[in-house]
């Protein structure tokens, strides 16, 4: 995309964004920006300049209450919440929220029926165990959901890592079995209720962040700032959070990094996903 595009692409973002925190707001849900768009805020002023969409991570209780409210008092005319059930793999791990006036289909997305507009990514939030026995089989139990909650081989993370997902998943090939075993993960690493534990962790974004581990008082509640023309959350420990994540967020990356990091197949900002069937079928 030329940056033509990727400006337009990041102002209809904000305007998703715009929309989710208001409802967020008006339902007493708690909710934060996360990576870049947490750094954007605090470097930028707004988006990172090569940066493509905006996150959000919300606490497990939120983040479960999402779902119903939505559908229940959103416009989802306009926008629509898709989430992997027992019907449906979107090959996510995690909510995402669309906007249904849009095109944007991402080539792992390609074939599902679902709506291929723009997304933002909504991020659950977990209770972490002290532990370090307790939180070894937390995340052992975060890959199992992963692999079989997106189903799809990982490509970054090693050979080995590769292989063994080929097999488990040639195993349990049954769309039902499968579903069974991820949501019993599910209900494993998420035993670990965000109140009654000293620290949090974010499961659903990968291998890597996974691992993470982050005070529980950071994400106590957020604090709106400066983003773009408006203000935008993010946690009111930020900066221990981006610290821990991140390292130094306030040091620009190599130029080579500076790119933006979701693939798209198509994209349209003018135009509703139904109008490109004979693309994402």
């Known amino acids: 995309m030329d940056n033509i595009d990727l400006r337009k692409l990041q102002l209809k973002s904000l305007e998703m964004a715009k929309y989710f925190v208001e409802f967020c707001k008006e339902n007493n849900l708690l909710t934060f920006l996360c990576g870049g768009g947490a750094i954007g805020t605090i470097r930028n002023k707004g988006f990172i300049p090569w940066d493509d969409d905006l996150d959000f991570f919300m606490p497990r209780n939120d983040y479960e209450k999402l779902v119903k409210l939505w559908n229940e008092k959103a416009n989802t005319k306009k926008y629509s919440l898709v989430k992997s059930n027992e019907n449906l793999v979107d090959h996510n791990l995690f909510i995402t929220i669309r906007d249904n006036e849009t095109t944007a289909i991402k080539p792992y997305q390609k074939g ?116 773009e023309n408006t203000k935008m959350p993010v946690p009111i420990g930020y900066d221990g959070y981006l610290k821990e994540a991140f390292g130094n967020y306030m040091i620009l990356p190599p130029k080579d990094k500076q790119v933006a990091h979701h693939d798209l197949l198509f994209l349209d900002l003018e135009n509703s996903y139904t109008k490109y069937k004979d693309i994402w079928r």
């Open 112 to 227: 599902i029926n679902i709506s291929h507009g723009v997304a933002l990514d909504i991020i659950p939030l977990d209770g972490c165990p002290s532990g370090k026995f307790q939180r070894k089989i937390q995340i052992a139990w975060a890959l199992i959901y992963s692999l079989f909650c997106a189903q799809v081989l990982p490509q970054k993370h090693g050979g080995l890592k590769k292989k063994v997902s080929k097999i488990l998943l040639s195993i349990f090939s049954s769309s039902k079995v499968r579903y069974k075993i991820w949501k019993f993960a599910e209900k494993k690493m998420t035993r670990y209720k965000i109140e009654d534990s000293k620290f949090i962790t974010e499961l659903c974004s990968g291998p890597f962040y996974m691992k993470k581990i982050y005070k529980k008082q950071w994400f106590a509640d957020n604090l709106y700032l400066n983003f």
